[in-house]
T-cell receptor
Framework: GENVEQHPSTLSVQEGDSAVIKCTYSDSASNYFPWYKQELGKRPQLIIDIRSNVGEKKDQRIAVTLNKTAKHFSLHITETQPEDSAVYFCAARRGNTPLVFGKGTRLSVIA | DAGVIQSPRHEVTEMGQEVTLRCKPISGHDYLFWYRQTMMRGLELLIYFNNNVPIDDSGMPEDRFSAKMPNASFSTLKIQPSEPRDSAVYFC??????????FGEGSWLTVV
C-alpha cells in the first residue's frame, strides 16, 4: 500500500520568511495530493491540493509542487505570519482509495 | 451545512469501560472514514464505509474496536473494553466521492 514520508517534523521560521515542507510517496499510481492544516485543538482542514496532471498550484501565499518522477511533493508558504503556526499534513491517494497521511510538520512562526 | 458532527467532544473513562463515539457525516456524502490521531502514529485510518458498507477495516487495531453505519447519516465507533493506550483523538470524516475529505471536530478520548 501507499506510504507517505514527511519532513521536517518541526520547523521554526521568522515572521516574513518562507517555509517549505516536503513529502515523498511510494505508490507511483497515486494521483491526488492534498495538504491539511491543523491548528491546536482543531480539526485538520484542507488548504490546497494538487492532482498528478499538474506540476504546480498556487493560492495566494501558499503553493504546492509535484515531481511525479521523483515521487515527491512540497508545500511552500511565503511571507509567513504568526497565524500560519500549526501542524501541516500531506497526504496521497490513488483513485478512490482512502487518503494516506504523513506524520505531520509542526510549524512555528516567530514574531 | 453544519459539517461533520461528532459526539462526544471529550470523554474520560476508566479502563475496562465501553466507549461509543458517534458521527453524523455531511448530507449526501457517500464515504465515511474513522481516523485515530496520536503523537506517535499521526493520523491512522481505522475503517471506512462506502454507501454504509464497510470497505476496509484493516486499520482497526484489535477486536476490541468495532464500527457500524446503520444508515447514511449515522456511524458509531465502539471500544470494548477500553484500555489506556486507546487514549487519542478520534476523527470522523466524510467525502462526496471526489478527492476532498472533510473532518469533524474530533472526539478526545482519555482512558485512565
Amino acid at each position: 500500500g501507499e506510504n507517505v514520508e514527511q519532513h521536517p517534523s518541526t520547523l521554526s521560521v521568522q515572521e516574513g520568511d518562507s517555509a517549505v515542507i516536503k513529502c515523498t510517496y511510494s505508490d507511483s499510481a497515486s494521483n491526488y495530493f492534498p495538504w491539511y492544516k491543523q491548528e491546536l485543538g482543531k480539526r485538520p482542514q484542507l488548504i490546497i491540493d494538487i492532482r498528478s496532471n499538474v506540476g504546480e498550484k498556487k493560492d495566494q501565499r501558499i503553493a504546492v509542487t509535484l515531481n511525479k518522477t521523483a515521487k515527491h511533493f512540497s508545500l511552500h508558504i511565503t511571507e509567513t505570519q504568526p497565524e500560519d503556526s500549526a501542524v501541516y499534513f500531506c497526504a496521497a491517494r490513488r483513485g478512490n482509495t482512502p487518503l494516506v497521511f504523513g506524520k505531520g510538520t509542526r510549524l512555528s512562526v516567530i514574531a | 451545512d453544519a459539517g461533520v458532527i461528532q459526539s462526544p467532544r471529550h470523554e474520560v473513562t476508566e479502563m475496562g469501560q465501553e466507549v461509543t463515539l458517534r458521527c453524523k457525516p455531511i448530507s449526501g456524502h457517500d464515504y465515511l472514514f474513522w481516523y485515530r490521531q496520536t503523537m506517535m502514529r499521526g493520523l491512522e485510518l481505522l475503517i471506512y464505509f462506502n454507501n454504509n458498507v464497510p470497505i476496509d477495516d484493516s486499520g482497526m487495531p484489535e477486536d476490541r474496536f468495532s464500527a457500524k453505519m446503520p444508515n447514511a447519516s449515522f456511524s458509531t465507533l465502539k471500544i470494548q473494553p477500553s484500555e489506556p493506550r486507546d487514549s487519542a483523538v478520534y476523527f470522523c470524516a466524510s467525502s462526496p466521492g471526489g478527492n476532498t475529505i472533510y473532518f469533524g471536530e474530533g472526539s478526545w478520548l482519555t482512558v485512565v
